[in-house]
């Protein structure tokens, strides 16, 4: 499983998103993924584990992933990451109007299918691919090492994301599963709602899901 890496999570805002740090226990460098909201709560964890954050990640742009951006790069320095199918949502102040949290900031990493988010650890850099994977948004990612899946809200414990909003590319829903279910039955998904989960757990429900969305198949 390569590196090992310490695992944070913290629920964040009115509709409960789970916001990740992961870290080094030995070089304290950590990413932090999804800051959906309480920002104060976010870097007051960060502050306590005396974490150096090399960046910011947003698995898709919906203020309840996003919220607390601005507050966590003014404490920690660190840029914000995002699929660049996804940026604009994090300047669309419309999303203030149904989440009061929500501030607009800006990406300073526009990111695609394949690069890598790393930090250093004492045995050299953990790194995260970036999975594109567009239906609950047009950008949405996740983020693997083996071992690991950040799913945002591609996939949950039991279910996967909603593809009937405005934002959600429902048609492409399907391969971005399939992509999913490549991963080995025991990586673990750390979902962007709810408990973890793992591949095999989830395979025969994505399937399911699959099916439902591309009924002819």
């Not at 104060?40 to 992933?65: F, W």
């Not at 929500?102 to 004492?122: A, Q, V, Y």
């Not at 239906?135 to 945002?152: E, K, M, Q, V």
Request: glycine share 10%; charged share 25%; with cysteine.
């Amino acid at each position: 499983m390569g590196v090992y890496v310490e695992i944070e999570r913290i629920i964040v805002g009115m509709l409960g998103a789970n916001c990740y740090i992961m870290y080094c226990p030995g070089t304290r460098e950590a990413v932090i993924v999804d800051p959906g909201g309480d920002g104060e709560k976010i870097v007051e964890t960060v502050e306590s584990l005396r974490l150096t954050v090399k960046c910011i990640v947003n698995t898709h742009g919906h203020a309840d992933h996003t919220a607390a951006n601005s507050i966590v790069k003014e404490a920690t320095g660190a840029p914000i990451a995002i699929h660049k199918d996804d940026a604009y949502l994090l300047e669309y102040s419309a999303q203030k109007y149904w989440y009061p949290e929500f501030k607009t900031s800006k990406p300073d990493i526009l990111l695609d299918d394949g690069e890598t988010i790393e930090f250093n650890s004492k045995y050299g850099p953990v790194k995260f691919r970036v999975i594109h994977t567009p239906g609950h948004t047009a950008g949405s990612i996740c983020l693997y090492r083996p071992g690991s899946l950040f799913s945002g809200d591609t996939v949950f414990r039991g279910g996967i994301g909603r593809v009937d909003l405005a934002s959600s590319k429902p048609k492409l829903m399907p391969s971005s599963l399939r992509k999913i279910l490549s991963l080995p039955d025991e990586t673990r998904i750390f979902p962007g709602h709810g408990p973890e989960t793992t591949v095999g757990m989830e395979r025969r429900n994505i399937r399911a899901m699959i099916l439902s969305l591309q009924p002819d198949l």
